[in-house]
């Protein structure tokens, strides 16, 4: 393997660096299409609760797709909004955000990290949101085998609540 090809895998503490600055470059105010900025000790302590998928160039991360369980994420407004839209499974998690630098759109790494953590979450339900106006994620998501469940308006913006078994 050389340094340029894309491995994807389970994030580690040395990932850090990377999966903040890709999230930081991708906000909304930026351009980009993140809503929201995790800290770093909140990043860090996904990372020791559920799976955190990275895509990685060489020693660059190029892509990230977090996971949350339900409890860690029960402070978050939208994620209360998303759960009273559609409950899911006992067990079921929070999907996402997830994120793939510009350069490497287009490239197949959503579909790559998510079937990582399929493979890691075999049999459990993940749940996610994303807003109805951005057409390129629900296009992605549907084309991953994701099934729109339900909808909710937060903050004046629709949301589709999608779901999968992983």
């Known amino acids: 393997m050389t340094n340029d090809e894309t491995r994807v ?22 351009g980009g299409s993140l809503a929201a900025s995790l800290p770093r000790s909140r990043v860090a302590a996904m990372m020791r609760e559920m799976p955190i998928i990275v895509a990685r160039r060489g020693a660059r991360v190029t892509g990230f797709l977090m996971t949350t ?10 994620v209360q909004a998303m759960f009273g839209a559609y409950h899911g499974s006992s067990d079921a998690y929070v999907y996402g955000p997830i994120c793939v630098g510009e350069e490497e759109r287009g490239k197949g790494l959503a579909q790559m990290m998510f ?43 629709e949301y589709a609540v999608f779901s999968y078994i992983g």
């Open 9 to 30: 895998s389970r994030a580690n503490e040395a990932d850090l660096e990377g999966i903040l600055a890709l999230q930081a470059a991708n906000q909304a105010a930026r």
């Open 115 to 157: 079937a990582d953590l399929r493979r890691l979450e075999p049999g459990r339900e993940g749940v996610l949101f994303i807003r109805k106006d951005n057409e390129p994620s629900l296009r992605a998501h549907l084309k991953m085998g994701m099934k729109e469940v339900a909808g909710f308006v937060f903050n004046g913006f």
């Open 69 to 78: 369980t339900r409890e860690m994420n029960a402070d978050l407004p939208i």
